[in-house]
Each structure stands twice: as structure tokens, then as C-alpha cells.
């Protein structure tokens, strides 16, 4: 019994940390397109709980600690967010930001974590940061794949944007 307690603790702890594969360089966008990557760095905050990115409402990626997805957008203007499970969700805001993607140009967005003491509790930050390029690439390389999904969604609404 306790050593399939220890076989199921080591199997959680797996599950909290990406397992795709090492950071690569994705492919060159086309042109009229932007690169876009999104990451998440080891914290210590809701480490089990993956963390939901949407752009313009659409579902792109759910990413674990040490995750990270790129994707290619037609260039335009944007709303970029991430947000928690509905069951973590108590108290906690959505972040949101806007954003123009230029063609050709490439954009590093991180979720970071920050904690400090506010007596008598520690107060957990989180953030939805731009991030230069030379400062993604370090981190980047601590990161395992985890594919955008719903592109084609998003790529559909936006057509039917622009068709009316």
C-alpha cells in the first residue's frame, strides 16, 4: 500500500511540469503573417493546474509549467488572454490584453508569477508579460512544446470579420 502511494505521488508530479518536446525555433511565418509564442515558467503558484490562453476568444493553448506554443496569425490587432479552471477561479481575475501583431515580426508573451508578503498572508501576483526577445530565448530553452489548437477557429472568425 505505501508503495503505491509513492508510485501515484510520483506520477502527480509528473503530470505538473510540460513533457513535449525541447524548445525549437518555429518555422518562418508567411508573409502577411506574425510569429507568436506563449510560455509559462516554473512557479509557485496553481502548479498542477494547466493555464487557459485565448485570443480573441478563441482557445489557442492550455499550458503547464515549463510549456510553451507558438503560432502563425494573419497581422492585425487582437485581444490576447489567459485564464484559470472555473473551479480556481474565486477571486481571481482574467488577464487581458490588447495587441497588434505585425507581419513579420515576432512577439514573446510569458505568464509570470509573483509572491510576497502581506501580512498576515502571502499574496499571489500573476502576469501576462511582453518579453524581449534575447530574455525568451533563455527561458524558452527550459520549455517543452505543447501545440496552439484552434486556429483554424480563429482564423475562420476572423474571415468573417472582414466579409462583412
Known amino acids: 500500500m505505501r508503495w503505491a502511494t509513492v508510485v501515484a505521488g510520483v506520477v502527480l508530479l509528473a503530470g505538473c511540469v510540460a513533457t513535449g518536446a525541447v524548445y525549437t525555433p518555429a518555422p518562418i511565418p508567411a508573409v502577411g503573417d506574425a510569429l507568436v509564442y ?17 485570443v ?40 487581458e490584453a490588447p495587441v497588434r501583431w505585425q507581419a513579420g515580426r515576432t512577439y514573446f508573451y510569458r505568464l509570470g508569477v509573483e509572491q510576497r508578503l502581506q501580512y498576515p ?14 530574455e525568451a530565448m533563455r527561458e524558452l530553452a527550459e520549455c517543452r512544446l505543447q501545440p496552439a489548437g484552434g486556429l483554424e477557429k480563429l482564423l475562420m472568425q476572423r474571415q468573417c470579420l472582414t466579409c462583412k
Do not use: C
Request: glycine content about 8%; hydrophobic content about 40%.
Open 121 to 134: 498572508m502571502i499574496v499571489t501576483e500573476w502576469r501576462l508579460q511582453h518579453v524581449p526577445e534575447a
Open 38 to 54: 506563449i510560455y509559462r515558467l516554473e512557479g509557485s503558484g496553481l502548479k498542477t493546474r494547466d493555464a487557459y490562453f485565448y
Open 56 to 95: 480573441d476568444d478563441v482557445n489557442i493553448v492550455d499550458l503547464t509549467q515549463k510549456g510553451y506554443t507558438w503560432f502563425h496569425v494573419p497581422a492585425g490587432n487582437y485581444t490576447l488572454k489567459q485564464k484559470w479552471p472555473v473551479d480556481v477561479t474565486l477571486g481571481m481575475k482574467t488577464l
